[in-house]
């Protein structure tokens, strides 16, 4: 089980390549969607889901379109007639996750056919079946459940989160914030005048499942999950507003706390991914590392604070 590199070989570029990679802290992001791969195999629990939020030009698809696996489906676009046939060609159910590097082209259909998609999307990513009932004998569609990894530009999801609020989107996904600071940006600009940064995509990673299901059990952090669990859910009511400033008439767009979620589901979440963290590590036993993962995983989930790399 693990995370490792397609071609393993010394090639020109690659050091580089990863040199910038950690320089802009690519790892501590890649931590978060890698222990997410593996939530699947975390027993009594679900894949769960992240959509990456960062502006034009952070590295969100190019990140994601990295990994590589046969329980990842990659595409570009997805709709219900295509979602269909995806689950009834998987008759083992080997997909457990589908991978989209850029949601903005689900959300571009005509309402009524995202509308269709997405709902389609959470009875998967919940129960496992989805229901199509378009004059067909068998209306049934019976999978494990899947998780969905994606990304989109902070500026269409500040314009769509009512949207998504109303369609059951942001009570799936788990929302990951991040930009770039001021000095990191001047590095890479330097880098890129040394001519030692180049558009070459990031090297390719294959994902490799459990072979067996370890039993990985919680008893030394449990108690601090419960606790860190509050500021989970705390971050999770953070979203975009369009607040009008009386004086000039004018609307932007501001972070506000909205209503704050029952800590239930983000407790299970923040278990869910502490166990996944420590299959990555192949340990049977969560440790104060995991929970120091956590510390930082929650870190990404707050609007109104993005990590910066």
């Not at 990994?67 to 676009?77: A, F, L, W």
């Not at 709709?79 to 850029?102: C, F, N, V, W, Y």
């Not at 969905?148 to 990951?176: H, Q």
């Not at 120091?292 to 790399?309: D, G, H, I, K, S």
Request: aromatic fraction near 8%; charge should be positive; glycine fraction near 4%.
């Amino acid at each position: 089980m693990g995370i490792f590199p397609l071609d393993r070989s010394s090639r020109p570029g690659v050091f580089f390549v990863r040199m910038v990679e950690q320089m802009i802290r690519l790892m501590e992001l890649e931590e978060v969607i890698e222990t997410t791969f593996l939530s699947p195999w975390v027993p009594e629990s679900i894949p769960l889901s992240l959509v990456l939020v960062g502006a034009s030009g952070t590295g969100k698809s190019k990140v994601l379109l990295q990994y590589h696996s046969p329980s990842v489906h990659r595409t570009n676009d997805i709709t219900t007639a295509g979602l269909a046939e995806l689950m009834q060609d998987d008759k083992e159910s080997k997909i457990r996750h589908i991978l989209i590097p850029d949601f903005n082209l689900v959300m571009s259909h005509r309402p009524a056919t995202t509308t269709l998609t997405v709902a389609s999307l959470l009875s998967l990513m919940s129960e496992g079946i989805m229901r199509i009932d378009d004059g067909r004998v068998k209306k049934d569609v019976v999978h494990a459940p899947i998780g969905l990894i994606t990304a989109m530009t902070r500026d269409i999801y500040e314009e769509s989160a009512s949207r998504f609020r109303k369609l059951g989107l942001s009570r799936r996904f788990i929302p990951i914030f991040y930009s770039y600071s001021i000095l990191t940006r001047e590095l890479i600009q330097n880098e890129i005048k040394k001519g030692r940064v180049t558009l070459r995509q990031l090297q390719a990673k294959q994902i490799t499942m459990p072979k067996e299901i370890r039993f990985v059990g919680l008893n030394a952090i449990s108690e601090r999950i419960a606790i860190l669990s509050r500021d989970f859910a705390d971050a999770l009511a953070m979203s975009p507003a369009w607040i009008r400033n009386p004086h000039e008439g004018t609307w932007k767009v501001t972070p506000q706390r909205g209503v704050v979620p029952i800590e239930f589901t983000p407790h299970m979440i923040l278990r869910a991914m502490a166990r996944a963290h420590a299959l990555r590590a192949r340990k049977k036993q969560a440790d104060g590392k995991d929970f120091e993962f956590l510390t930082r995983f929650v870190n990404f989930t707050n609007y109104a604070c993005p990590v910066q790399l």
